[in-house]
């Protein structure tokens, strides 16, 4: 059962470390993501060493400390995918230290008689223990890294609306939350398997069989998925609490309280704002950002984000979105365009699905587009 999952994993983390390293064009996400691939398919060339040639040895260094590496790697993927301008500073690289001091305690401490040991789970051997600690190590990083990358990916979520109009597989990164998810669940079988098999009784089947599995599924979403990604360019801010419309004459919010912008500096980003709305039709772009309408105007972006908030009570989705159903609105009225269905005519003024459309529509004027036109 696990000889033929490692020749697909090996296959495809291979393949797929392939296609994403000659992708063009480049981030730097893609680097990240190439060399976890690469490192995925080098354990499962190993393990197949192991179990075709060498007898399942208890000790094989490769299999215990290259995950030590998949934590680190997925982390910072996920952060060059959200961070623009992700500077990569000498610090970062402690994260990779835990791997190299364990690999060099391992290659100094190791037992050279273990390669005759017939009982490969035997208690009586040094190399149970270490392969005890190493176990545990590995996982709790997996672990660490992990709960880091969760925390990333829901901040994101929570801010998707400050920085983009619309929402689409590429910034809400919904595949990357469930793909990172399965593979720890897979980390986290192996080892409960790894234990059962350690400290009570023997199991049918090899216990990193899970975390095989899950890594060729990995390896096969990457290669869909991770190609078609790019990197989202988004800070990650918590997104702004919803408020009322006397919210627009209450104190600041908290958030912007050491923020050296006045009332009328705020006005005259909104104005200019908007006159790029009216004049250049920028909510006509069905993937507008927040950091393309800043550059468009020459505005930093949070001071966009500030005035939005501040202001108008708005997220940067809402504003842009409004326009685009005025514009619908506007277009349902022209004659001209009264041959053309709802969602063409939806996606003519900016918007990139049928559902965003529906919920955005019936969000801003109280109703569904069909009972707006009946009314």
Known sequence: MLEPVLYIGLTQSLFAGFVIATKRPQWIADRFMASWLFLIGLEMALALVNVKWLDAIPYQLPFLLVPMIYGPLLFFYVRSLLVERLSFRIIEYMHFVPFFLLLGIAFFFRDPDIMDNPEPFSQEYPSWFARSIYNIIVFISITVYSSLTFVLLTRHRKSIKEHFSYKSGRNTLNWLLFVSITVYVSFCLS?????????????????????????????????????????????????????????????????????????????????????????????????????????????????????????????????????????????????????????????????????????????????????????
């Open 191 to 375: 080892f409960l398997s790894s234990g059962v098999q350690l400290f009570v009784r023997e199991v049918p089947f090899e216990p990193k069989l899970f975390t095989y599995v899950g890594l060729t599924l990995f390896s096969f979403a990457f290669s869909f998925y991770g190609y078609r990604q790019a990197s989202i360019f988004g800070y990650l801010e918590p997104l702004i609490p919803k408020v009322n419309e006397s919210a627009k004459t209450a104190k600041p919010y908290r958030k912007y309280a050491k923020s050296s912008m006045e009332v009328p500096e705020m006005k005259l980003v909104l104005d200019k704002l908007e006159q790029s709305m009216i004049q250049d039709g920028l909510y006509l772009r069905p993937e507008l950002d927040l950091t393309q309408v800043a550059r468009h105007i020459n505005i930093p972006k949070h001071h966009i984000t500030q005035a939005l908030n501040t202001l108008n009570a708005k997220n940067f989705y809402t504003f842009i979105n409004e326009f685009r159903v005025r514009e619908f609105i506007n277009r349902l009225k022209n004659e001209n365009h009264q041959n053309l269905t709802f969602f063409a005519l939806a996606m003519d003024c900016g918007f990139n699905s049928k559902s965003t459309f529906n919920s955005v529509f019936k969000k801003i004027t109280g109703q569904t587009p069909s009972e707006y036109l009946k009314k």
